[in-house]
């Protein structure tokens, strides 16, 4: 009797502890939300100090991707981040999410054909009122969804959304989801600010508009459920490391 006790007991505890270490493997894993802007070589010799912090090149792109590669990082869209913390559903291992910001025609050009060598999707934060010179066209965007990258808000104009009155707030949250899903023919679910430029008005006007989350900056907090529109990321640059910590270099 005492025997059978005893081996109860170490029964419990074994299966507890197994139980424990299997919860541990689904603690929501921190992902890394990791901004880029342009690519390639510069486009003029007046090319200021930030455009120059802010455009990745070619090679290190290529570096950086097979890096993530080799690694066993594995790219996911920012939609399926929020989907997995709304809803508590598992993650691949080791997930980072690649966004584009303000829909660079380079992004399209350079960015693209590695992210498809390597099998990677991302999520590209598009200002719905620039489509064309240096900016993708219709065209470009209806190809990356086609080829299965996420296509989300980045505003109609790229304003500095804490600075607008409701009316204006309103029509560049609402306007540009309207306006790329007309165009495109998908479901825009997420937005990014621009200059990471939020406050609580603005988050609450992008969950009216029907977001389901929103990409903001640099913050205190681990993300979670609880900060869904307001989710941090950081910035990458022309570093062979993506998670390289350089800031933005002092401007003259
Ligand atoms: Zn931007």
């Known amino acids: ?51 120059k912090h802010y455009r990745v090149t070619e090679k290190v792109f290529e570096q950086q991707m097979k890096y993530l590669s080799d690694n066993g990082y594995h790219p996911i869209t920012f939609y399926s981040y929020i989907n997995s913390l709304k809803n508590n559903t598992e993650l691949p ?6 966004t584009f910001d303000d829909g660079w025609k380079t992004q399209y050009t350079y960015a693209v054909p ?32 086609t080829k299965g990258f996420e296509i ?6 790229h ?8 009316v204006k707030l309103k029509k560049e949250v609402e306007g540009s989801k309207k306006t790329l899903e007309d165009k495109l023919g998908i479901k825009v679910t997420t937005l990014a600010y621009p200059n990471y430029m939020q ?29 869904i529109y307001e989710l941090t990321s950081q910035e990458v640059v022309n570093n062979p490391n993506p998670f390289s910590e350089k800031r933005v270099p002092d401007l003259p």
């Open 199 to 227: 406050n609580e008005t603005v988050r609450s006007a992008v969950k009216s508009a029907g977001y389901l989350g929103a990409r903001g900056g640099w913050a205190k907090f681990k993300n979670s459920a609880d900060h």
């Open 1 to 51: 009797m005492n025997k059978t006790f005893y081996f109860l007991i170490i029964f419990i505890f074994c299966f507890s502890f197994l139980n424990a270490s299997a919860k541990e493997i689904k603690k929501p894993y921190n992902v890394p939300i990791l901004v880029y802007h342009s690519f390639g070589p510069a486009h003029s010799k007046k090319e200021s100090a930030m455009q």
């Open 93 to 98: 291992e080791k997930a980072v999410i690649l």
């Open 114 to 145: 590695i992210l498809e060598k390597y099998h990677f999707t991302g999520t590209f934060f598009i200002i719905s009122k620039n489509t064309n010179g240096s900016y993708m066209n219709w065209d470009n965007l209806k190809d990356l969804t």
């Open 152 to 157: 989300a808000s980045h505003t109609e104009t």
């Open 159 to 166: 304003p500095m959304l804490t600075k607008l009155d409701a």
